[in-house]
Every structure is written in structure tokens, then in C-alpha cells.
């Protein structure tokens, strides 16, 4: 069985990452700890709509997003089963502070540097997508859309 996902990684203007700490419920995988915003696709959903949606539900915002990567995990349940994920990683700039977001899901919003994101574990498997997005964002390859400039 395949699973889809997927993940948010929102950079501000000093190229921090938004970070969500997961509820403190024991029956949600991974409870207290610090992930990229994002969720299961939906049947009949594609995953841009799915990024999309796991924005506005969990943060009440969405960003001009494009897809920087796709890769296959494993997850294991709470029941010890193991399922196939299939992940979709998008990138895009937050253009907000974290008081102007509406946080529906978890229980804290934070921006980190690359600093902040070596000291945790992120949830999911997801420690080193931060890091290889950092690296990508110093050596100049900025993965972020950029707007169309006018004028």
C-alpha cells in the first residue's frame, strides 16, 4: 500500500524555515515534536491542492509554491505496520510573521535557522530535507518561486 503526502518547507526574507510542533497526543504519531506543515493527500486530490489545503487548515495561509522534491519513505503506524509513503516536498517564501498566521493544528509556530534545525529531531524522517534545502539555499541555488516581477 502507497501512501501520499505532503510537506511545506516556507523560508523568510533571512531564509529561516517554519517549523509546527505536533500536538501532546499519544494516539498521533510523533506527538510533541517539530515537522514541516503538511499532511495525506486525500483520495481523488492531487498533491498540489493537498499542500495547499494543509496550509490553510494548519497555518490559514498558503504561498506561491513549487514542487522541489519527491521521494519514497517508509512510515511505521501505531500498530507496528509499516506503510509505503510517497512524499511530496514543496518549497515557497513566507512573506508573513508568525502572529499573522492562524495556527489550526499543533501547538507552536516557529521560524528556525539552519542553526536551530541541526539541535532537533524532526518528525517523519524529515531532519535532513532542512539541511539539504539550507545548503542548496547558501550556495546561491535559492529553491524558492520566485514572484514575476513587474514594472
Known amino acids: 500500500m502507497m501512501v501520499s503526502t505532503v510537506a511545506a518547507i516556507l523560508t523568510d526574507s533571512f531564509g529561516r524555515v517554519l517549523l509546527q510542533q505536533r500536538d501532546d497526543k499519544p494516539e498521533i504519531s510523533f506527538p510533541n515534536l517539530w515537522t514541516l506543515p503538511g499532511g495525506k493527500v486525500e483520495e481523488g486530490e492531487v498533491p498540489h491542492a493537498a499542500i495547499l489545503r494543509e496550509?490553510?487548515?494548519?497555518?490559514?495561509?498558503?504561498?506561491?509554491?513549487?514542487?522541489?522534491?519527491?521521494?519514497?519513505?517508509?512510515?511505521?503506524?501505531?500498530?507496528?505496520?509499516?506503510?509505503?509513503?510517497?512524499?511530496?516536498?514543496?518549497?515557497?517564501?513566507?512573506?508573513?510573521t508568525i502572529a499573522q498566521l492562524r495556527m489550526g493544528e499543533g501547538q507552536d509556530l516557529q521560524l528556525m535557522d539552519q542553526r536551530d534545525v541541526?539541535?532537533?529531531?524532526?518528525?517523519?524522517?524529515?531532519?535532513?530535507?532542512?539541511?539539504?534545502?539550507?545548503?542548496?539555499?547558501?550556495?546561491?541555488?535559492?529553491?524558492?518561486?520566485?514572484?514575476?516581477?513587474?514594472?
Open 55 to 96: 496550509l490553510a487548515e494548519e497555518i490559514g495561509w498558503s504561498a506561491p509554491l513549487q514542487l522541489w522534491k519527491i521521494y519514497q519513505r517508509a512510515s511505521i503506524r501505531a500498530g507496528g505496520s509499516t506503510v509505503a509513503v510517497l512524499q511530496h516536498i514543496y518549497s515557497g517564501p513566507l512573506d508573513r
Open 118 to 151: 541541526n539541535r532537533m529531531a524532526l518528525a517523519f524522517g524529515f531532519d535532513a530535507l532542512p539541511q539539504e534545502f539550507f545548503t542548496s539555499f547558501h550556495r546561491g541555488r535559492d529553491p524558492r518561486p520566485r514572484e514575476p516581477h513587474t514594472g
